[in-house]
């Protein structure tokens, strides 16, 4: 079982920056992937960013060229960079992670933007 744990949420005026980070109870080396996700109250769950175990990444269209997703498989951390923050990226930011057939979710953690 993998336990994740989110953190570095938090209230930021737009245009601002805030770097989530996502620690894992096991090695992430070799889960295939990481990835954040966001949800607002009465929306689904949206995929935000991915990196493969080969470093491999993928951005949701609404954040391109503004957030950065990254990994340290010796601290066991996943990171998302968020720059140039829009109130419309309010929302809870859950990490995950995700194997052939299995996948874990931290708890959450809050970001919210002023305008």
């Known amino acids: 079982q993998v336990q994740l744990v989110e953190s570095g949420g938090g209230l930021v005026q737009a245009g601002g920056s805030l770097r989530l980070s996502c620690a894992s109870s096991?090695?992430?080396?070799?889960?295939?992937?990481m990835g954040w996700y966001r949800q607002v109250p009465g929306k689904q769950r949206e995929l935000v960013a991915s990196?493969?175990?080969?470093?491999?990444?993928n951005y949701a269209d609404s954040v391109k060229g503004r957030f950065t997703i990254s990994r340290d498989n010796a601290k066991n951390t996943v990171y998302l960079q968020m720059n140039g923050l829009k109130p419309e990226d309010t929302a809870v930011y859950y990490c995950n992670a995700e194997g052939r057939s299995w996948g874990y979710w931290g708890q959450g953690t809050q970001v919210t933007v002023s305008s």
């Open positions: 096991s090695g992430i080396f070799s889960i295939p992937v």
């Open positions: 990196i493969t175990s080969s470093g491999t990444t």
